[in-house]
Structures are given as C-alpha cells and as structure tokens.
C-alpha cells in the first residue's frame, strides 16, 4: 500500500509479497447461523470439563500466568510419555511454528515444504527472508522423494503436514523412516501433526511424536485446536529436543500460553475417552459420506483426518465453485481449495450435517435448479 510513498516509514520489503488474512465467511457478527464447514473445526466442541475449566479460569486472568507452562506442560508429559523438557506450549500451533522458522532460518536460508500443506508456515518462512522450495506431490500425497531432492547446502528446515492438507492423506512409517534417515542431522525436520488424533486409529498411520528421543533434529508440532475442540482459546505445543526448546525460549514472549488456555488444555488432557469418542464418531461420520459422495459419481481422496477433498470429474460437467455456491446456498460453508476449482474441500460437521451436505450435493449433480 505504502512502501514507495517518500513520508511514511518504510516496512520490511519481504511484506510486499504477503496480502492480509482475510478469514472466510461463517465467523463474523451476523453469520452465525451459517453451519462453518470450511476451517476444520470440531463439531463437538470441547469435553464439557475443559469447558468447566475454562470457566473456573475467570478468577486467575488478573495476575500473568504461569511462563513455565508448569502444569501443562507436565500433563502433556504424562498422557504421552514424554520428557517434559522437550515441550513447549504457545499461542496455538501456528505460533510455535513461526517461533521454530524465526529460530532456524536466516535470510537467505532455504526452508523444504510439500506442494501442499500449512499455507502459514510458507507466510513465516516468507517474513524470514527464506527461500521456499516447494516439492511436487503425487494424487494429493506427499512425495518423499521429491522432499528430499530438494534439499541443498543452504536448507535450513524441512517442514511437512502429517496428516496433510488439505486433501487428509499421510506418509506412511516406512516414508517417515526415510525422511528422519535421509535428512541431515543439522537440518531440522518439522512433521506438523495437527490432525494426528483424527489419524491415530488408522491402519497404517504413524505418529512420530516419540521417535524425538533418538532424534535430535526432529520438530513435532500439535494443536488443541482440532480434535480437542478448542480452537478459539489458541494452544498448541511442540515437542523437540532441549536444544531447540532452549533456542525458542530465548525469545519467545514470556506469556505466550495465557492462563485460561493452559487451565483449559489441561482439563482438556484429563478428558481422553471423550477425546477417543469425537475421533471414533469422526471416523464413523466421514466413511459415511465419503461412500455417498461416491454412490454419486464423485472421486474422494481417502482422508484420515475431519476433512475430505472431493473431486468432480470433468465428465459431470460440475464444479468446486458450483457445489460451494449451492452449499452455500442452504448455509453450509465449504472451503474452496488454491488448487483449482475441480476441487472442494469440507469439514467433518455432525451426521446429520453430512446428510444434508451429500443431500444438497446430490441433488446440484442432478442438476435441480439451485
Ligand atoms: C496443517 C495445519 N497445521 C497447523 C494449523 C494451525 O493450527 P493452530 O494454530 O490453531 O494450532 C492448522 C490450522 O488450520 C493446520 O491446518
């Protein structure tokens, strides 16, 4: 807007290539009673007693928290076995991994991604100065190969989703053993497990969260946001080796994790029957939408996560844009995807939500007047 203008401060020119975020449709005064079905977000909500805990938090916001994230931090120790020096909580997951690239990356330096995945960590790594190098993936599926041929002399970071976006595929265990063998020991490598909980019942999908013990260049990223339904109060954590947790709390703020989140997460934590039941109802809710958009002609990605990408093939003469528009519509907000408009990607809402949807699809594939 400014930055040629003689009289006004100068921002940093690297901004000239990012555009503001503007957050889709469904969040704002007015639009509540649309049914969000475009940010991945959980129906559910959250365990009613992480709900409860959040409310107690009202009577411990006047002083700063906990910095240390003691408690927290501790709890998410003990539900995954991990050493509680390896965690560190912050302002959502999306914090924690631009904290991680303002660590590791200079400008200059050279940050690895799938073609497909958290479009943030691209804008952290863009505001860094570093160079994206962007591998090819193959039907929506991280290439391995790809990843690793593309890194050089200068690559920093090599970040990739696992689940990933926004088609809900995975790399397999034998795929994450290459990657954690084939990427130099001073690269850091970053699997960003933001929809692992969805994943974890799934054949053949595999966490690492615990292979970092063995691995001192290995970053896990996760997020309360997603299956625990707590997107809105902003938490999400990282395991890694102490070296890195060391050099991000160098620098992070202080506060970084705000008091009613940590309560709230850590109630969340207590609650993991509920936690298996969302990701069980999850699992039950998207099989069976996926078989009805294929009882109506369509391709789907297989997902693991609580989002699907489906496909409309050139022969059905439909498109992304149109089934968003006929969601849209009868109040259901998708998500169109970057990646052309052959392509439409929805979240997971309530069984009876996903009636609906493929109700309201099917009938924009028959062609019904919208
Ligand atoms: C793949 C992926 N990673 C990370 C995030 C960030 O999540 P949060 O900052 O809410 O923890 C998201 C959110 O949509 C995501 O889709």
Redo the contacts with the bound molecule.
């Keep these: 807007m400014s930055n040629k203008l003689p009289n006004v401060p100068r921002r940093r020119q690297v901004l000239d290539d990012l555009k503001p975020y503007i957050q889709g449709s469904g969040a704002h005064p007015g639009e509540e009673n649309w049914v969000k079905l475009s940010?991945?977000e959980s129906p559910y909500g959250p365990a009613p007693e992480a709900q409860q805990a959040y409310i107690d938090a009202s009577n411990l916001i006047g002083p700063y928290g906990d910095g240390q994230q003691t408690t927290l931090r501790r709890t998410l120790a003990k539900t995954h076995d991990l050493p509680v020096e390896n965690i560190l909580c912050g302002n959502?997951?999306?914090?924690l991994?631009s904290l991680l690239i303002r660590a590791f990356l200079d400008s200059g330096d050279e940050i690895v991604v799938s073609e497909n995945?958290?479009v943030?960590t691209r804008t952290h790594a863009i505001v860094a100065g570093a160079k994206i190098l962007s591998a090819a993936e193959r039907n929506w599926t991280i290439d391995v190969e790809a990843v690793l041929a593309a890194i050089s002399p200068r690559t920093r970071i090599v970040s990739i989703?696992n689940p990933?976006?926004p088609a809900g595929t995975f790399v397999d265990r034998s795929g994450l053993q290459q990657l954690v063998d084939s990427v130099p020991s001073q690269v850091i490598l970053h699997i960003?497990e933001?929809?692992a909980e969805y994943a974890m019942p799934e054949p053949g999908f595999e966490s690492v969260l615990d292979w970092q013990s063995d691995q001192q260049n290995l970053v896990v990223?996760r997020?309360?946001?997603?299956a625990y339904g707590l997107?809105g109060l902003?938490?999400?954590w990282l395991v890694a080796h102490s070296s890195v947790v060391d050099a991000i709390d160098r620098f992070r703020t202080p506060f970084n994790a705000n008091t009613a989140a940590q309560v709230t997460a850590t109630a969340a934590l207590e609650c993991q029957e509920w936690l298996r039941q969302v990701v069980i109802d999850n699992q039950k809710v998207r099989n069976e939408f996926v078989s009805r958009l294929i009882d109506l002609g369509l391709e789907v990605i297989p997902s693991v996560t609580n989002f699907v990408l489906m496909q409309f093939p050139p022969e059905t003469g439909k498109s992304g844009s149109g089934a968003y528009r006929a969601l849209q519509a009868q109040g259901y907000l998708a998500r169109p995807t970057a990646s052309g408009d052959a392509c439409l990607r929805i979240t997971m809402g309530t069984a009876q939500q996903m009636e609906d949807v493929a109700r309201i699809i099917g009938e924009y594939l028959a062609g019904h007047p919208l």
Excluded at 223 to 226: A, E, G, L, N
């Design positions: 940010f991945n959502g997951s999306d914090e991994i995945g958290f943030n989703c990933n976006n960003d933001a929809y990223t997020t309360f946001s997603k997107a902003r938490i999400g």
